[in-house]
Nanobody
Framework: QVQLVESGGGLVQAGGSLRLSCTASGSIFIIGAMGWYRQAPGKQRELVAT???????NYAGSVKGRFTISRDNAKNTVALQMNSLKPEDTAVYYC???????????????WGPGTQVTVSS
């Protein structure tokens, strides 16, 4: 069993900052990429940022320069620092990770339940 627990969402004014955190726990052999996705009402889920186990990052163009993704491999944690937030950043943010539960299993994708981020204008 693997669980992803997110924290840090909330309501903030435009221009403000929030920090999201996600911890993976349970039966884990190795974690590969970790990332954040978001889904706004009436829209499809979209990539926000990802980070590989070696620290290579990838960002959506709309957040580049404002958001920073980081991870702590020892704690199985990924964080998303969001600065200069805009109303269009309002969405449910989901943590995602690709991992192997044992040395004999392949890679599987896991998702957190999501955390709401609301940016008021």
């Amino acid at each position: 069993q693997v669980q992803l627990v997110e924290s840090g969402g909330g309501l903030v004014q435009a221009g403000g900052s929030l920090r999201l955190s996600c911890t993976a726990s349970g039966s884990i052999f190795i974690i590969g990429a970790m990332g954040w996705y978001r889904q706004a009402p009436g829209k499809q889920r979209e990539l926000v940022a990802t980070i590989t186990g070696s620290g290579t990052t990838n960002y959506a163009g709309s957040v580049k320069g404002r958001f920073t993704i980081s991870r702590d491999n020892a704690k199985n944690t990924v964080a998303l620092q969001m600065n200069s937030l805009k109303p269009e950043d309002t969405a449910v943010y989901y943590c995602n990770t690709n991992l192997r539960r044992t040395a004999f299993r392949g890679w599987d994708d896991y998702w957190g339940p999501g955390t709401q981020v609301t940016v008021s204008s």
